[in-house]
Structure formats: structure tokens, C-alpha cells
């Protein structure tokens, strides 16, 4: 099972948006180096001022690219980067993956799932209206964020726009992912 990398981006500034990279370089423990959210403890705002001693389990953010083709039927126009995450996928089910699940991207770098990205405020200040796009419902009438999930960096490495991407699944039970 697997898929491929459709864009890598990356901020060293607080912002809603990241620029589309050549590159990004993953660091084993820390994130995307020179992003603002890499480190080993929390670098949200928001959760940094709850206890900014939290480990970091947000320190790579990844969208499936179908999300965009999903959103753009509703007329939302959204591209790779757009909603702040560090790497863009296409052709895995991110969402249905469980916790622990390794991602193998590119050669080197392995990061694994910790988590459900919450989708924020600034979702809607970026394009009104998109937050019931990433917010909605099961057939089970359970909340779905589709807004991407999170993950820690297990080994560093270089990813590119056209890497390959490897899943490995966790043994045992499937955790499905919630909130982090």
C-alpha cells in the first residue's frame, strides 16, 4: 500500500499558509527543519500557552491533495500548502489510517501517525465557508475532520514532490485516529 508525494512545504514564521519547497528535510525527533512547528515539545500557539512542556506530536502535517479536488466541487478553491501542512499526498486514505502507522517518504525519512489535525478558526478566514467542507459526518452521524493528520519524525531524511510514500501498518488492533 502506498502513494506518492504531490508537494512539500514549509514556514519559519507563524502563518495559516506554508510556500511550496524543492525540498523539505525532516529531522528525527523535531519535524520539518526550519518550520516553525518543529521541535520536541509543543509548538502550537494555542496549545503552547495550555503547557508548552507537551511533547510534540504535531511535528509533520500531512493532506491528502483529494481533499482539494473534494473542496474545489463545493467551490473552494485550495492548493498544496494552503491549510498549513508540510507534506501533500495523493493516493492514500490518511484519514482511515491508524495510530502508529509508519509512512515511509522518499528514501530515508520515516515519520509515524500520532493523530487527527483539528481543524481551526483560520480555516474560515482563509476562504469563509471552507470549515464545513473539513468538519462533517459519517453514515454513523459521528463527526469526520477531514482538515489531515499529524505525525513525529522516527527518521530524518530529504522528501520531495514525487517521492514515493510506503505504509506500513501497526501490529495488532487498529486504533483509529482522534484528535492531537
Known sequence: MGGTVAAVSSNGTYSFTKPNRDSVTLLAGLGV???VHAGETVKHRFRMKKDASQ???RQVHLIHEELFEEVREAGFEVGAGELGE???TRGIDLLGLPVG????LGAQAV???TGLRNPCAQIDTFRKGLMKQVVGRDDDGKVRFKSGIMSVVLEGGVVRPGDAIKVVL???PH???EIV
Do not use: A, S, Y
Not at 502507522?101 to 515511509?104: E, K, V
Open 111 to 113: 515519520v509515524e501517525v
Open 86 to 88: 508540510n507534506v501533500t
Open 175 to 177: 486504533m483509529p485516529l
Open 55 to 57: 511533547p510534540n506530536l
Open 33 to 35: 527543519e526550519g518550520d
Open 101 to 104: 502507522t509508519r509512512l515511509h
Open 170 to 172: 501497526p501490529d495488532g
